[in-house]
């Protein structure tokens, strides 16, 4: 397009180099076109782009004069080395992306962003060729042959470029930055190909590849900023190079995880399916509606390039009538599923719609009529449907993403209303999920499912302590067991039987072992990561990797309390009580009626020696959660500690009362028991838990109210047991 001269300014005495058109490109121009361009890009004033000192004609020839730069264009430093350092690599392409969107707010458009437009000089980035691309671009006629079509170069070139439109915004250039940056991070092109068509066509048929599969030490926020700026639809990129910048940095609005292992994979898409609603008459039906929507979840889940919010936050918004748009960004996420359910008899009707979070644009939306007995085949084609409007894979026709897990219609019913019940997370509710489960896998023993959901709920059930270990355990195992045997991958199954390895036996190798695979298997699966972390990790005062751990659950779940109350219970066990009670205090203030927080705010306070505070709180818990006994026996501790050794006592003789007809955990009764200061009574009960294997024993060793019987031989020789040493 031009030759460039290195030449002496003689009047401010300095070098410059003159960059003067080939004839034939003057031509197609012209000089009042070239001159009006050159005159906006000269405006331009900003530390990483290369200004215009001068420019004009002669004798046909036109020219424009810049600073001469010592140093190399980014095409010689690739050329020379291959592939940049990650972090020298997104340094200079967010310097580059500053430098466009300062243009792009000026109404400026490079339009022909490649790294022989690069230079680097001093270790950064400066932009060269403002203006020239647009003015010839504008030009009538205009084919260079190199692409056979619109001005630019093929390999960085947008597909809306490509097409030679009207419609070119910043956005094509966020597109060829993308690619420099890709080519700087993996030394290879996003697209590639034998002809200029052949490159072109790819970028306008084809999904990007992520980076991260090219080089795993990309940061997943870099990943992310890459897939979506790589669209070929430019209203699926960032609206602005700013933004760009931010995701790059890890500082956008959109959530994205860390690389670590067992991580959810890289997506430039994230998704939250809301809780469908129940059209049918009356709430018996609404087990229905949101089974329909824990399937949906589960099998988007399992889907690569992908980010699936999990159900404790998009089910926070359940009954909530707020737009979409303010709901996707609360959730930090920038596509949001709902829909309905209605039935009747034995048909069912599903309606779906797809949102853009950005701009509230209906992406996809479909009805369905169909038999009760298709349900499978409505997830799948919802499934499929998804992944084609994301743009997120290519599916083959024949290609199934939700396989029916039963051919019983009774079996799913039944398994459907179990999990809707356990989900409750009420004694009551735990039982029925217990019977319901259990009549799944009856109805239909190949079920892998219900085997599945019993296992969760048999574990549930002894970690509330609603029934005896000896009741809950070795069931919880043999479900877990029966899943595995059939499916060795299923993370449900792995994650509860790697619980009930580490509460009931105490074999911690083992209970790592499951849920290391169950987090493999299933990254997007929070619950294995958030049990990993409190009933493996935490007992073992493994708190750093148990809070990394709880990290990644709350990024998969964000708005879930049980989570981020795992996180409050992790300072406190470490001994942060001022980090834990703003944690309670923060969950509260979101959900003031979850008790959990509410009974553990009140332990917290108790050991920071606010007494009056710590027994308000623990008589609210009482009645948040029905009553429960180890409620009642973290308000005797509480009792004790400010010095109410007769309220302690009543607490006690509840305790004792209450144990005459249901089960009652003995270390409930012998945190009282230390804190009145009788420690030969506690250790005894301790001694009766473990022979029990009650599952609170997996904690003595982080729970601060047994401090005081560390010095006891007999103590240090449980902990010594529970921990498997010699």
Not at 419 to 445: C, I, M, V
Request: charged share 25%.
């Amino acid at each position: 397009m031009a030759r460039i001269f290195v030449a002496n300014d003689v009047k401010h005495r300095r070098r410059v180099a003159i960059k003067m058109l080939r004839p034939e490109s003057a031509a197609w121009m012209g000089e009042e076109r070239f001159h009006r361009e050159i005159d906006i890009a000269a405006r331009l004033q900003h530390p990483n782009i290369l200004p215009i000192y001068d420019s004009g004609g002669a004798d046909s020839l036109l020219y424009y004069v810049m600073p001469f730069v010592t140093g190399e264009t980014l095409r010689e430093r690739l050329a020379r080395v291959g592939r940049l350092p990650v972090d020298e690599a997104t340094r200079l392409a967010s310097e580059v992306a500053d430098a466009l969107h300062y243009a792009h707010d000026q109404n400026v458009v490079h339009r022909d962003i490649k790294p022989a437009n690069i230079l680097l000089s001093g270790g950064h980035a400066m932009v060269a060729d403002f203006g020239i691309a647009r003015a010839i671009s504008e030009a009538d006629d205009i084919k260079l042959t190199q692409t056979g079509g619109n001005v630019g170069t093929p390999a960085y070139m947008s597909p809306e470029q490509s097409f030679g439109g009207p419609a070119i915004d910043g956005r094509t250039d966020q597109y060829s930055l993308a690619c420099v940056l890709f080519e700087m991070l993996t030394g290879e092109i996003p697209f590639a190909g034998p002809t200029a068509l052949a490159v072109l066509s790819r970028k306008s048929t084809e999904p990007a590849r992520s980076v991260a599969t090219l080089r795993s030490e990309v940061p997943r926020s870099v990943d992310y900023a890459l897939l979506r700026a790589l669209d070929r639809d430019p209203d699926r990129r960032f609206p602005t190079l700013a933004e760009f910048t931010a995701a790059l940095r890890g500082t956008s609005d959109t959530t994205v995880v860390s690389r670590v292992p067992g991580a959810p994979p890289p997506s430039g898409w994230s998704i939250a399916v809301l809780p469908f609603a129940n059209s049918s008459p009356g709430s018996e039906n609404e087990y229905l509606s949101d089974g329909i929507t824990d399937d949906l979840i589960h099998a988007l889940a399992k889907l690569g390039g992908l980010r699936v919010l999990a159900r404790t936050s998009t089910f926070a918004f359940k009954s909530r009538h707020e737009d979409v748009r303010t709901i996707g960004r609360e959730l930090q996420v920038n596509a949001v599923l709902e829909g309905s359910v209605r039935r009747s008899g034995d048909r069912l009707r599903v309606t779906t719609q797809l949102v853009d979070v950005a701009n509230g644009f209906e992406l996809w939306s479909e009805r369905y009529d169909r038999r009760f007995s298709d349900i499978f085949d409505v997830q799948d084609d919802i499934s499929r449907s998804i992944v084609e409007a994301l743009r997120i894979g290519v599916l083959r026709k024949e290609a199934r993403l939700v396989e029916a897990p039963t051919t019983s219609v009774t079996a799913y019913e039944s398994y459907l209303k179990g999990r809707f019940h356990w989900n409750q997370r009420t004694e009551s509710g735990l039982l029925k999920s217990l019977e319901l489960l259990g009549a799944a896998a009856a109805a239909d023993p190949s079920f892998l499912q219900a085997f599945a959901g019993l296992a969760d709920a048999h574990l549930t059930l002894g970690i509330y302590g609603v029934l005896s270990p000896e009741e809950t355990m070795p069931q919880a195992m043999e479900a877990a067991e029966r899943v595995l045997a059939e499916d060795s991958r299923s993370a449900e199954a792995l994650a509860a039987r790697a619980s009930a390895l580490a509460l009931y036996r105490h074999d911690w190798a083992g209970s790592e072992r499951d849920f290391l695979a169950a987090t493999e298997s299933s990254p997007q699966y929070p619950t294995a990561h958030q049990w990993y972390a409190m009933h493996c990790l935490v007992p073992l005062r493994r708190f750093a990797e148990g809070r990394s751990q709880l990290r990644l659950a709350r990024e998969l779940d964000p708005l879930s309390p049980a989570v981020a109350a795992s996180l409050g219970i992790l300072a406190y066990y470490e001994g942060g009580e001022e980090e834990a009670a703003a944690i309670f205090s923060a969950v509260l203030g979101r959900d003031p009626s979850f008790g959990l927080a509410t009974y553990f705010l009140g332990q917290v306070e108790t050991v920071m020696r606010r007494y009056p505070e710590a027994i308000d709180n623990l008589n609210r818990a009482k009645v948040l959660t029905g009553e429960s006994p180890e409620v009642e026996s973290a308000l005797g501790v509480a009792h004790a500690c400010a010095g109410d050794a007769s309220a302690a006592g009543r607490s006690l003789a509840l305790l004792t009362e209450r144990a005459r007809t249901r089960y009652v955990s003995p270390v409930l009764m012998a945190q009282v028991h230390t804190a009145v200061g009788d420690p030969e009574r506690a250790l005894d009960l301790l001694e009766e838990g473990h022979r029990i294997h009650a599952t609170e024993m997996a904690l003595v060793d982080v729970k601060p109210v047994f401090e005081a019987l560390r010095p006891h031989p007999r103590f240090a020789g449980l902990v010594q047991r529970i921990r498997g040493e010699p």
